[in-house]
């Protein structure tokens, strides 16, 4: 029997390592990265995949050098204006993650603008991870309760996972069911801490640049043989 497959979580890792393999720039590796990205979600709407969520930039990075910082947020430019108008296209719905104000102004407005021109769409839902940490989200969520509780709208005993879990950036998202890394690396980096109670694993060590449909599918099918227990026999 195959498992059911909702929503996969992907952590693009290996760009610089890439493209210092091929003594360029580690922003050579993000250039083809992007590329990789825009392959994939397409990949993933035309195979019928709810939902994507993709791990493009931590809390994290931007202790990364300025030039590189810059290079990214102009790649998320680019890409906000025109490159993500192909998976809009294929009927996706596109959503952010993570923590918005540390984004310039510009950036921030093309989010929402998408957000709002493809909520009704109802394929793919593909969620970008931008300046995004778990552990953020956790504490944004805990805040959200609390405040619930101080205003006297909230008993603290009525606050459920399932009531938790929707105060998260998340919200109404399944929990992935399968969490994909790349590059070799087997670490979750600070990604969807709460979310990944029950997910299943897969690391690789292709670096994302080179990740194709072809691998995505390969790991599907690994995951379609395993047994997902839940903690029962
Ligand atoms: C992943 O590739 C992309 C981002 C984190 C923005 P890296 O830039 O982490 O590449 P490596 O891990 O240094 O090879
Ligand atoms: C995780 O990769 C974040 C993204 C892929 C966006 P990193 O390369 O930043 O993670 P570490 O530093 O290896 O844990
Ligand atoms: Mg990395």
């Known amino acids: 029997m195959t498992n059911k497959l ?19 720039p580690r922003t050579a590796g993000h250039k083809k990265g992007a590329e990789t990205l825009q392959q994939i979600a397409k990949a993933a709407a035309d195979m019928g ?8 930039f931590s809390t994290e990075n931007w202790k990364r050098d300025k030039g590189e910082v810059d290079y990214l947020m102009n790649l998320l430019r680019q890409y906000l204006k025109s490159e993500l108008k192909e998976i809009q296209d294929r009927g996706a719905r596109i959503k952010f993650i993570g923590e918005r104000q540390m984004l310039a102004d510009d950036i921030k407005a093309e989010m929402s603008r998408i957000e709002k021109e493809t909520a009704g769409n109802n394929k793919l839902t593909l969620c970008v991870a931008l300046s995004y940490g778990s552990r953020a989200e956790i504490v944004a969520a805990a805040k959200k309760a609390a405040e619930l509780v101080a205003k006297g709208s909230l008993e603290p005993e009525q606050l459920t996972e399932d009531m938790f879990g929707s105060f998260l950036y998340t919200g109404e998202m399944p929990d992935p069911d399968l969490v994909i890394r790349t590059s070799g690396e087997q670490r979750i980096s600070n990604y969807l ?12 060590p292709t670096l994302w640049p080179d990740f194709s449909a072809k691998e995505l599918e390969e790991i599907i099918a690994d995951f379609n043989s395993r047994e997902r227990r839940y903690g029962k026999v």
């Open 49 to 56: 995949i709810e939902y994507l969520t993709l791990y493009a």
């Open 6 to 24: 909702k929503h996969i979580a992907i952590i693009m890792d290996g760009n610089g390592r890439w493209a210092q393999k091929r003594g360029l």
């Open 193 to 204: 801490l709460w979310q990944i109670a029950y997910s299943e694993f897969y690391f690789t």
